[in-house]
């Protein structure tokens, strides 16, 4: 697979007045929806519904989350019931994805690594606001990318196994093409996240990525939301990739942004996760997205707003404006180092707030990014950022890296990891 025609996937750029552009847009839909409030109230039933069942599991102490074993997932031995669970819940904890003791290994190298090129000593602070007013506090992001522990785990088997796990569980063949392959994902590089005992954290509200006004203006997310913009939301498919990959961002001074399409968003645990010490949340509906692209569409949001939506920023879910999604923000469970976690890229997910962490909070961010044009071409922009130490491309340039001993390069890719960078022999 080469990227075709040599396209280029980051170069779209907002609307000269937004806000204009968000009215004819919402005109446009309206009028193609017909009767919004009706289509949303069936849909909010729908939801409802899935609310509830959430929420009488927590009462009951019950998992929301689904945990599947490494161990089932290597042999391939994962049910279907379970399979059915991931889609139902859009989320799922990998049990025993590497060993804990490696997993515990690869953060004492990552401190070693961090210490030995005086991270402490060089570091700017944030170099983005992609969050904007999703409040966060820090020490805790390092824009850190090429150590040898997140290059071991990119391109380790265990990994590759599970995104293939992961990828297969979308239609990735519709409308005629294969719009992916599953079995092979890109490596993209995210950074780490190191919380110490003792941290007091504000957390991370509670969001979506990879595309906010993109998704009500540009041409390929109304492809991939044409049951919702049509008004058919009984047929809308979250696990549907068709146009998935053709999506675009817009390019925003100053902000993160991504350039792939990632089935799944995901980490990998380094340190052992306390339950209520500032864990990740997500809203376990993968269609309630749905709800998200119509509800500004109702008659009580200004014309020229959608719900908090500002350019460049992360798609925010509020209580103001979604009460019934904060309802059903739910924790992962206890964690152990070597787990991994997972979410479905339009999952709404959180970080909740801690005060006076106990034990470490420590992951490596690994998503699940499979193979197609738009991400071979960003996987073509990996190589050079690794082979110069460079900050990727999706990230603000700091290259912290460029010059640090230690760190991974093009020599120690192994064969997955020179597929995952479009290098294979």
């Known amino acids: 697979m080469t990227p075709e025609n040599n396209r280029s996937f980051t170069h779209q750029t907002l609307p000269d007045d937004p806000a204009a552009a968000i009215r004819l847009m919402k005109q446009h839909l309206r009028a193609q929806i017909g009767d919004v409030q009706a289509v949303f109230d069936r849909l909010s039933a729908r939801i409802a519904a899935r609310v509830d069942e959430i929420e009488t599991l927590k009462a009951a102490g019950q998992p929301v989350w689904p945990e599947i074993k490494y161990a089932d997932i290597a042999r391939g031995s994962v049910t279907e019931n379970e399979r059915q669970a991931i889609l139902r819940r859009g989320c799922a904890v990998i049990r ?23 991270f402490d000593a060089v570091y700017k602070g944030p170099g983005d606001n992609f969050f904007g ?47 992916f392959d599953p079995d092979v994902s890109v490596i993209y590089p ?17 969001h979506t990525d990879s595309g906010a006004l993109e998704r009500w203006l540009l041409p390929a997310y109304q492809q991939v939301f044409a049951r919702v913009f049509s008004g058919d939301v009984d047929a809308y498919d979250p696990w549907d990739a068709a146009y998935r990959t053709d999506v675009e961002e817009y390019t925003v001074e100053n902000t993160t942004k991504c350039s792939v399409f990632r089935t799944f968003q995901g980490w990998t645990a380094l340190s052992a996760m306390i339950p209520d010490q500032g864990l990740l949340h997500a809203v376990p509906i993968p269609e309630a997205m749905a709800y998200m692209l ?8 200004p014309e020229d707003e959608l719900c908090g939506v500002m350019p460049g920023r992360a798609l925010p879910l ?19 180092a070597g787990d991994s976690v997972w979410w479905h890229c339009d999952v709404i997910h959180a970080v909740a707030p801690v005060t006076d962490q106990q034990g470490w909070g420590n992951v490596m961010y690994i998503p699940a990014a499979p193979l197609c044009d738009k991400n071979l071409a960003y996987a073509q922009k990996v190589k050079a950022a690794l082979a110069q130490g460079a900050s990727p491309a999706d990230f603000p340039r700091e290259d912290y890296e460029a010059n640090w001993e230690g760190r991974f390069t093009l020599d120690d ?10 290098m294979a022999d």
């Open 413 to 422: 890719l192994n064969p997955h990891g020179r597929r995952a960078l479009g």
């Open 133 to 179: 007013t999703l409040s966060a506090s820090r020490p805790e992001i390092y824009p850190i990318y090429w150590s040898v522990p997140q290059m071991e785990a990119r391109q380790s088997e265990p990994m590759a196994a599970v995104q293939s796990f992961l990828n297969r569980l979308w239609r990735f063949e519709s409308q005629g093409k294969q719009w």
């Open 294 to 301: 119509l509800r500004p569409l109702l008659d009580d949001v």
């Open 190 to 206: 995210d950074r780490i996240r190191r919380r110490p005992p003792g941290t007091t954290s504000k957390g991370l509200g509670a």
């Open 96 to 118: 025993h994805h590497f060993p804990r003791e490696r997993a515990l290994a690869w953060d004492r190298e990552m401190m070693a690594y961090l210490d030995k090129n005086h």
């Open 318 to 336: 509020s209580e103001r404006w979604h009460p019934l999604l904060m309802r059903a923000l739910t924790s992962i469970p206890a964690l152990e």
